[in-house]
């Protein structure tokens, strides 16, 4: 039985009508906030690189869980597919009649779940399945006996499920690494499964979760390079032990993501004279091997799901320059009140502050780039100004601490790095000196108090979203209206 009834979503026409035309300043805290027009930006940047590029997409909804966000990341352009990659079968089945609805107006669609296949997961992928017809399923292997849900799938809908081999490319989580002997099961598994008809051998597909560490827009586009050089000697193997079976596949797809590997893609189109060298060769290496994939009669594919909405490791990882990638275009933010203000309790005698958002309402992941679980944006206070620098130098209030329901603001000085990655590629020193100056000279000059509301930039997106059931929209580009609830967007809820 579909998720939707055990886990019902939250009731948009109720909530609509409490909220729309009201300022997120009076909503219940904590709550989640969606500047839609960011968001917007972010898929227009994405859908735009990737057609130029002549490049396959597909997106995760994973972050985001909800319709209307999925809507922006595949377009309005019908002749382009609108390929989707979910999570968790509540995802699929939110999106369903999306993607009915793309269908009869004959647009391509395709749905990935994005987990190996397994004995639970058929009897509801079963029903997408059979609303979606021949390709508009599509699993992943990563393990010969995961053929048997496969075949179960073919059975109970009627349809031969596309199929993907899941390559590993050092995150250790799913997949087979492509020199290994497993690799070879694996592949020869799908092979005896693909000529017998329950299923279509469509490709090979990873997921560069490694390029959240990453370090600039050469390191990001090598890593991409990466995983794309490895799935294309997967497809030639593939494709050989083919045809020595006496078998014919299909043109095979090579699918790559994660979102600083496929927001490295833009870094393709077209650089600034004053690149630096290790930029534009890294730029031609990718470009050439993606010209080769395509040569051997493969497509390629890039894939990815936090991009839309972004967060603090995105920002950290620097896969753009500043101009593509910067704070503003941060779309998710939490708003929290504050409860209280503990003078001189901090390091150095800084300020504290307690603050109604703990761990259940941003999650407990990381960013390598400070100490702390949210940084706490510049909206609604006097006198200070959006950052001007990378992460690693934020100067300001952080989520420096927190429990369950409640965390603690502490004052981060910034670790002094001065400027941003790369920005020597962007502006002269002297500028660059001006933009490390971030939010103020200490809490004495950005105090907050009791019952004042901040909004939070979140370390993850995906997992500070999880935690709520929707959305308050706001639209940045309504000058003077930035505030006001536009729209409530409802996620997906369960497994």
């Not at 703990?358 to 609604?380: I, Q, S």
Request: charged fraction near 25%.
């Amino acid at each position: 039985m579909s998720s939707l009834v055990f886990y019902p979503t939250s009731p948009k026409e109720a909530l609509v009508g409490e909220f729309v035309g009201k300022s997120i300043r009076d909503v219940p805290t904590p709550a989640a906030v969606m500047d839609v027009a960011a968001a917007r930006r972010n898929c227009e940047r994405m859908l735009e690189a990737v057609k130029e590029l002549d490049l396959g997409w597909r997106a995760h909804v994973k972050t985001h869980k909800t319709v209307e966000l999925t809507r922006l990341q595949v377009g309005e352009d019908l002749s382009r597919p609108a390929n989707l990659i979910v999570s968790t079968l509540a995802e699929a089945e939110m999106v369903l009649p999306l993607l009915q609805e793309y269908k009869s107006k004959g647009r391509r669609v395709n749905l990935l779940y994005g987990l190996p296949i397994s004995r639970g997961a058929v009897a509801r992928l079963a029903e997408v399945a059979k609303v979606l017809g021949e390709g508009g399923v599509s699993l992943l292997l990563d393990d010969p006996a995961q053929l048997a849900a496969a075949a179960e799938l073919k059975a109970q809908s009627g349809v031969a499920p596309l199929a993907h081999i899941k390559i590993d490319m050092g995150g250790r989580r799913a997949g087979v690494v492509e020199s290994s002997q497993r690799f070879v099961q694996v592949a020869d598994a799908a092979l005896e499964a693909h000529g017998a008809g329950s299923l279509v051998l469509s490709g090979l597909y990873s997921h560069a979760g490694h390029s959240y560490g990453g370090d600039g827009r050469a390191a990001a586009m090598e890593m991409l390079r990466a995983e794309v050089d490895a799935m294309l000697s997967a497809a030639e193997r593939l494709s050989q032990r083919a045809r020595e079976a006496g078998m014919r596949l299909p043109a095979l797809v090579v699918s790559a993501g994660a979102s600083p590997t496929a927001l490295s893609v833009q870094n393709l189109l077209g650089g600034r004279p004053d690149e630096a060298p290790e930029l534009r060769a890294a730029a031609a290496r990718l470009s050439e091997l993606l010209a080769a994939v395509k040569a051997k009669g493969h497509a390629v594919e890039i894939h990815a799901g936090v991009y839309p909405t972004l967060d603090l490791q995105q920002l950290a990882a620097h896969s753009l320059a500043s101009s593509r990638l910067s704070w503003r275009d941060i779309a998710l933010t939490v708003v929290a009140e504050v409860h209280g203000v503990y003078p001189g309790r901090g390091a150095n005698g800084t300020d504290e502050a307690l603050i109604g958002a703990g761990g259940l309402a941003l999650g407990r992941e990381f960013c390598k780039a400070y100490d702390g679980m949210a940084m706490v944006t510049p909206w609604g206070r006097s006198g200070v100004e959006m950052p001007a620098c990378d992460v690693e130098d934020y100067e300001g209030w952080t989520v420096g601490r927190f429990a369950q329901e409640h965390g603690i603001l502490t004052w981060a000085a910034g670790k002094g790095r001065g400027g941003g990655k790369e920005e020597e590629e962007e502006e002269g020193e002297e500028e660059k000196k001006k933009t490390t100056t971030t939010t103020g000279p200490g809490p004495q000059g950005d105090a907050v108090e009791a019952g004042q509301k901040v909004r939070l930039w979140p370390n993850h997106a995906c997992i500070t979203s999880s935690h709520f059931g929707w959305y308050f929209v706001v639209d940045e580009d309504r000058a003077g209206h930035e505030d006001e609830i536009v729209d409530v967007w409802i996620k997906a809820r369960g497994w």
